[in-house]
């Protein structure tokens, strides 16, 4: 098996290179430099850009908007705009609803949704755990009723991030508590703007406001907006958590924060020189960056070989992607705070929302520990690590 990109995806890469440095606005690329959050209307803004060059959607199929790229072009695109370091486009967008709609949707449905969503003229966000329907999400209680042409919707959902700014919400709902749990389970799109819909913020451990818990009371909710059949939500939900894990591994933002700890090391004293020349730490870069080559090769093995996501199911190995790259990214977070020492001390809520950097230039390192206390989240989102451990032992290990 050649790992190696062949000339034409290096020029691909040099291409896709070139244009995030030039179509990347300057306040934007300054504030994912510096770790900052981005507003609603930034990555709209970065999002236009992406869908005017055909590249919001890059994974979806051509017939929707997709660039009909092979997997390699798809990995580069991503590594590149993880390395700019430029915007992810909204990931409850591009890589769960709309493979969702393009695989079970209507055809009204994906007429209606697909370009909005590429556009990010409709922003979705993900309505699946619920207090006590997390790692077990077959066991969510949320309950729909059909009353005529509607369905009516009562129950809470727990952690769904961006609520606050989303217009619409993919949601699953329990249709028949009778029969075995992940039987009665139903895909609903519903609108945000809905009457009964209460979003009330949580604030995580890095002080911002990203998530929120939501409450539903006696929503309703067009027919024509369930996702295929009634009852059968479980298996497009299952097929949406292939999608999401497939993209989890992240290298290229934790490579671009292992440069950034090397940049920011090389200017900061320590003994008589420079962090950077430090013994200890160049070990500890150098660990990291081999787990990081390490990581990368087995992500191109697992793109030569074939999808991540095989006859709609997760393939087993994405489990690995997402277990080590979660806990890379970890790693990289936790590199820089050691490398901004003290200065990482330092908690301005202004800035890491997005505001100016202050006179005296030393924010910096304001966004390191919120950004390392944030991470945590990404060994349990998309199912947690120790359920990727039991899926590993099952389906690779055979155990
Ligand atoms: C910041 C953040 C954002 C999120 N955003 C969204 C969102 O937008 N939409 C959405 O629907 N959900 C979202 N989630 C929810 C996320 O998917 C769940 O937190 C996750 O599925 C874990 O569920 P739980 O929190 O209920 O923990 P639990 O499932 O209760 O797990 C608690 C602990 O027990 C372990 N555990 C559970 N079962 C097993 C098992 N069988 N074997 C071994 N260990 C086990 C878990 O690994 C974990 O360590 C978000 C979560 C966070 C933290």
């Known amino acids: 098996m050649d790992l190696r990109f062949t000339d034409e995806e290096i020029a691909f890469r040099d291409e896709v290179r070139h244009f995030f440095r030039t179509a990347l606005p300057p306040d934007i690329a300054r504030k994912c430099l510096f770790g900052q959050r981005l507003s609603r209307e930034e990555l709209v803004r970065w999002t236009r850009i992406l869908f005017a060059r055909g590249w919001a959607t890059p994974a979806w199929s051509p017939e929707w908007g997709g660039t009909g790229w092979s997997a390699v072009k798809q990995y580069i695109f ?22 969702v709609l393009i695989a079970f949707g209507t055809e009204a449905q994906k007429r209606h949704f697909l370009p909005r969503i590429a556009r990010l003229d409709d922003w979705f966000c993900q309505g699946f755990s619920e207090p006590g329907a997390g790692s077990d999400l077959a066991s969510l209680r949320t309950q729909a009723r059909l009353e ?94 292939g999608h999401e894990r497939s993209g989890i591994a992240r290298v290229g933002i934790s490579k671009m924060r292992v440069q950034r700890a090397k940049d920011l090391a090389a200017r900061i004293p320590a003994g008589d020189g420079m962090l950077g020349e430090d013994t200890g730490f160049r070990e500890r870069v150098a660990a990291l960056e081999v787990e990081l080559k390490a990581l990368e090769l087995t992500q191109m093995r697992v793109i030569a070989e074939g999808a991540t996501v095989t006859k709609g199911r997760p393939d087993p190995k994405s489990s690995i992607l997402k277990l080590k790259g979660s806990e890379l990214q970890q790693a990289a977070t936790e590199l820089l705070l050691e490398v901004a020492g003290y200065a990482a001390m330092e908690f301005d809520l202004p800035f890491l929302s997005g505001a100016a950097m202050s006179e005296s230039g030393v924010d910096w390192a304001a966004t390191i520990a919120p950004n390392h206390y944030w991470v945590r989240h990404v060994s349990i989102v998309g199912g947690s690590n120790e359920i990727q451990r039991n899926i590993l032992a099952k389906s690779v290990l055979g155990l």
């Open 78 to 99: 991503k590594e590149e705009l993880h390395m700019a370091p430029a915007p992810e486009p909204l990931s409850f967008n591009v890589n769960m609803i709309g493979p």
């Open 148 to 241: 005529g042409d509607h369905y009516i919707v009562n129950g809470q959902k727990l952690w769904t991030s961006t609520a606050h700014h989303a217009n619409w919400c993919f949601l699953l709902v329990r249709t028949d508590p009778a029969v075995k749990k992940q039987a009665g389970i139903t895909y609903l799109l519903m609108d945000m703007q809905s009457p009964g819909i209460t979003v009330r913020p949580i604030t995580t451990i890095d002080g911002y406001h990203e998530t929120n818990e939501m409450f539903l009371e006696n929503v309703r909710i067009p027919v024509v907006n369930r996702i295929g059949e009634e009852n059968k939500g479980w298996d497009y939900a299952k097929y949406l958590l």
